[in-house]
């Protein structure tokens, strides 16, 4: 993994893609600090399904319980948000 640079990243980014075709990562940094980086498109593809979690609320976990052993009638209406 190489590490440069915005201001060399700008005048090379060829250069760097040409990298990170070959499977290599790079870091770019501002001011001494990492701020980005660039990474093969597979890598970003894996990163985006870890990061896509669905939405957790109450009300989905409540639908997920099997209530087939119970007599409850449930209520299929969709919820609605509130602002507390």
Same mark, same amino acid.
């Given at each position: 993994?190489?590490?440069?640079?915005?201001?060399?990243?700008?005048?090379?980014? =060829?250069?760097?893609?040409?990298?990170?075709?070959?499977?290599?990562?790079?870091?770019?940094? /501002?001011?001494?600090?990492?701020?980005?980086?660039?990474?093969?498109?597979?890598?970003?593809?894996?990163?985006?399904?870890?990061?896509?979690?669905?939405?957790?609320?109450?009300? #989905?976990?409540? /639908?997920?319980?099997?209530?087939?052993?119970?007599?409850?009638?449930? #209520? /299929?209406? =969709?919820?609605?948000?509130?602002?507390?």
């Amino acid at each position: 993994m190489s590490t440069v640079s915005l201001r060399d990243a700008k005048a090379g980014l =060829s250069t760097l893609v040409d990298s990170v075709m070959k499977g290599e990562f790079v870091t770019i940094t /501002r001011h001494g600090k990492p701020v980005a980086a660039i990474v093969p498109v597979e890598a970003a593809e894996a990163a985006k399904k870890v990061l896509r979690r669905p939405e957790r609320s109450l009300v #989905n976990f409540l /639908r997920s319980i099997p209530v087939a052993d119970l007599e409850v009638d449930r #209520n /299929r209406t =969709s919820s609605r948000d509130i602002d507390l």
